[in-house]
């Protein structure tokens, strides 16, 4: 199986309050991981910034304007009261939805089976036109429109196990039947969005899981509600949003998610990604705030996407 990580030093660029959760740290720890074996021979992506024309394509041209002018050139800008903008912040955000498009452009091209991006700023809550919760252009949505437009993919899943719900992914995608959203998260949490009953046009699938929900739930609403609506929807390419802050060390959420788990999931994606669209996967960072919930559980979702 052929991975292709992506990583840079600009994402660790983007700055943040003292004390913030979403800091540098996180993909300082992510790159002194994957620096070692087994993840050390893994081939490594070229990260560019994004193209304007591939970020309009889901954010509208106003609002990437408006991210792109607020940046400063000293300081912090507050978005609002969880995001925040940095001089090299508008760098990172564009390199982020540039990692996600090159992942996209090497496993529709067959240069790789599957990537993984580890990125910051995340992007599952950013809006069309609104960032929210440390998010700033939605990656998962810009390399499923990418797909689309780039590569003339038909139907694109995105899977999203972070614990929180990705209100700004099911937004952009709502009434849009080429594209899936499953989303397994905690309920009752930020950003409050997520019930079953929200299913879009029959293209949504949530699947919340109450506090403290471990393992064996998380495992029984990917085998009952995601995995078989992937089937239904036979995707060419799957995206998932890895956040991993459901892990049972996060500070942000009170699931109890182990390593173990994740890489259960990958390779149950995996078989449905064989299944329907050729292996074809690209993974996106997303949560994680716990630095050793983290590493362990990125580690083994990667290893898993290596075998």
């Given at each position: 199986m052929t991975t292709l990580l992506f990583e840079h030093a600009i994402f660790a660029e983007h700055e943040v309050p003292s004390g913030h959760v979403e800091r540098p740290e996180r993909v300082i720890a992510i790159q002194e991981r994957f620096a070692e074996p087994p993840f050390?021979?893994?081939?490594?992506?070229?990260?560019?910034?994004a193209a304007l024309a591939d970020i309009i394509a889901v954010h509208s041209q106003d609002y990437q304007a408006a991210i792109e002018e607020a940046t400063p050139e000293t300081g912090l800008v507050a978005l609002n009261p969880d995001t925040f903008l940095s001089a090299r912040s508008y760098a990172a955000a564009v390199s982020a939805a540039g990692a996600a498009c090159g992942a996209v452009d090497a496993v529709l091209r067959g240069s790789a089976d599957n990537a993984f991006c580890a990125v910051r700023p995340p992007g599952h809550h950013a809006m069309a036109s609104q960032s929210m919760g440390f998010c700033i252009f939605n990656n998962a949505a810009i390399a499923a429109r990418y797909a689309q437009r780039r590569h003339g993919a038909d139907r694109i899943a995105i899977v999203d196990w972070d614990v929180h719900h990705g209100n700004g992914t099911q937004a952009i995608f709502w009434d849009d039947d080429s594209v899936f959203y499953g989303s397994t998260h905690q309920s009752s949490l930020f950003p409050w969005t997520g019930a079953e009953s929200e299913t879009g046009v029959g293209n949504i699938v949530n699947a919340p899981l109450p506090s403290g929900a471990g393992g064996d739930d998380f495992q029984v609403a990917f085998e009952t509600k995601i995995l078989p609506s992937i089937g239904r929807f036979s995707p060419d390419?799957?995206?998932?949003?890895?956040?991993?802050?459901?892990?049972?060390?996060?500070?942000?959420?009170?699931?109890?998610?182990?390593?173990?788990?994740?890489a259960w999931?990958?390779?149950?994606l995996m078989q449905s990604a064989d299944q329907h669209c050729g292996g074809r996967i690209v993974s996106l960072l997303e949560g994680g705030y716990d630095l050793e919930g983290l590493v362990e559980s990125a580690a083994a979702h990667v290893a898993a996407l290596m075998q």
């Amino acid at each position: 199986m052929t991975t292709l990580l992506f990583e840079h030093a600009i994402f660790a660029e983007h700055e943040v309050p003292s004390g913030h959760v979403e800091r540098p740290e996180r993909v300082i720890a992510i790159q002194e991981r994957f620096a070692e074996p087994p993840f050390s021979d893994l081939k490594r992506g070229v990260v560019e910034p994004a193209a304007l024309a591939d970020i309009i394509a889901v954010h509208s041209q106003d609002y990437q304007a408006a991210i792109e002018e607020a940046t400063p050139e000293t300081g912090l800008v507050a978005l609002n009261p969880d995001t925040f903008l940095s001089a090299r912040s508008y760098a990172a955000a564009v390199s982020a939805a540039g990692a996600a498009c090159g992942a996209v452009d090497a496993v529709l091209r067959g240069s790789a089976d599957n990537a993984f991006c580890a990125v910051r700023p995340p992007g599952h809550h950013a809006m069309a036109s609104q960032s929210m919760g440390f998010c700033i252009f939605n990656n998962a949505a810009i390399a499923a429109r990418y797909a689309q437009r780039r590569h003339g993919a038909d139907r694109i899943a995105i899977v999203d196990w972070d614990v929180h719900h990705g209100n700004g992914t099911q937004a952009i995608f709502w009434d849009d039947d080429s594209v899936f959203y499953g989303s397994t998260h905690q309920s009752s949490l930020f950003p409050w969005t997520g019930a079953e009953s929200e299913t879009g046009v029959g293209n949504i699938v949530n699947a919340p899981l109450p506090s403290g929900a471990g393992g064996d739930d998380f495992q029984v609403a990917f085998e009952t509600k995601i995995l078989p609506s992937i089937g239904r929807f036979s995707p060419d390419l799957i995206v998932i949003s890895a956040g991993f802050d459901a892990h049972w060390r996060d500070p942000l959420g009170g699931l109890a998610l182990a390593g173990s788990d994740f890489a259960w999931a990958t390779e149950r994606l995996m078989q449905s990604a064989d299944q329907h669209c050729g292996g074809r996967i690209v993974s996106l960072l997303e949560g994680g705030y716990d630095l050793e919930g983290l590493v362990e559980s990125a580690a083994a979702h990667v290893a898993a996407l290596m075998q």
